[in-house]
């Protein structure tokens, strides 16, 4: 995996996914490889109690309910939608779900304005059409049929970024498990063979920009990712993927317990400060997500490994923390200056520690980009 800049979830943790295959004696549904019970050590790690002779890591940081509904969504003849704001991590709890199920997450039809019905369904070789003719062969199938074709997990990412046709073109797809494909006299049926499924993702703050059809909402189990609060899980997140970074940059770097204490902290201020705002203008435009911490302190790290003194500061962590959130200038420069001022400066003087280092890193970044 090496030459892979980001191997998906099937290939990472290939290894794993063997042992856990040929250890499972739990009935599978439908072509499934691993059982329900399998899926779930696989997703949020073995215990001790759990009587298994390897250690299985825990990958995605959530109530345990909310992969148990999840998996059992998908041993029905239900489509599964995961809600939640962004930086959840919807995205990967369906790349794992399906790298556990099918050992393919890959068969994925990003949603966006300019997503077609093709993209769900079928499209031609045009060149094979002009020499041949329309046939089976010269069709080019969607990621979710080549799903329906293998009985396997196919993933609809931001399914409400996508216009009303797309979505609409899903609910023969979910409700019949066939696809038609009227330009063909004979073998125009594609059927969907057991273990088919849809995991679809949608941002809860795109609601209104497409709002899904009342028989479309049928056709789906809503689970609702909510937003990590509790700061134990959030430092626990953080610090799985930031190892992860580290070891795909080679990069030999610590991260010292309190310097994330910091990270956390400021983030905590920032969204209560969010959510005591009275208007839009005085909200960052960030979502201040778990997502968006780690990529703070992704770029912190990076700029120390090759800028700077090869060591993680907390002068650093402030510089990213400005750069990385503000997005509108003059607003959200205008938030970040309040902040340092409001909150981090009267805190470094009680305080002390990291503190007044990280209030320079943010000041002088604001002084850069104001």
């Known amino acids: 995996m090496s030459d892979l800049l980001r191997a998906p979830a099937e290939l990472k943790y290939a290894e794993e996914l063997d042992w856990l295959e040929a250890a499972d004696d739990n009935p599978k549904p439908f072509s499934w490889r691993l059982s329900p019970k399998m899926i779930r050590l696989f997703v949020l790690g073995a215990e001790r109690s759990d009587g298994l002779d390897r250690e ?90 080549n799903a329906m074709e293998t009985g396997t997990i196919g993933r609809f990412e931001e399914l409400t970024r996508s216009t009303s046709d797309v979505q609409d073109a899903l609910i ?32 809860s703050r795109d609601r209104g920009v497409n709002d899904l059809s009342s028989a479309l909402k049928r056709r789906f189990n809503f689970v609702r990712i909510p937003v990590v609060t509790n700061k134990k899980s959030e430092a626990e997140i ?67 490994n090759f800028f700077g003194e090869r060591e993680l500061t907390a002068r650093s962590l402030g510089s990213s923390l400005v750069g990385s959130l503000s997005r509108r200038a003059p607003e959200d420069l205008a938030i970040m200056n309040k902040y340092l001022h409001g909150v981090v400066e009267p805190r470094g003087k009680d305080e002390g520690g990291l503190w007044p280092e990280f209030l320079a890193g943010g000041r002088d970044t604001i002084a850069t980009l104001s």
């Open 56 to 145: 299985i890591a825990q990958k995605w940081f959530g109530d345990r309910s909310i992969v148990e509904r999840a998996i059992v969504t998908l041993a029905s003849d239900r489509g599964l939608l995961l809600i939640g704001d962004p930086g959840t991590g919807k995205s990967w709890l369906a790349e794992l779900l399906a790298a556990a199920i099918s050992r393919n997450s890959t068969q994925v039809v990003q949603g966006t304005a300019g997503t077609t019905e093709d993209h769900i369904k079928y499209s031609w070789n045009v060149s094979m059409v002009i020499a041949k003719g329309q046939s089976r062969e010269s069709m080019i199938p969607s990621p979710i049929m």
């Open 238 to 304: 953080v610090r799985f993927r930031t190892e992860e970074l580290l070891r795909r940059h080679q990069i030999e770097l610590d991260v010292p317990p309190n310097l994330l204490d910091v990270l956390l902290r400021s983030f905590a201020d920032l969204r209560a400060a969010s959510a005591a705002a009275g208007s839009d203008d005085e909200k960052l435009e960030s979502a201040l997500s778990t997502a968006e911490q780690i990529g703070v302190l992704e770029d912190a790290i990076l700029h120390s």
């Open 172 to 203: 023969s797809i979910l409700s019949e498990k066939y696809v038609s494909v009227p330009e063909l006299d004979n073998d125009n049926i594609v059927f969907a063979k057991p273990g088919f499924s849809i995991i679809a993702t949608a941002n």
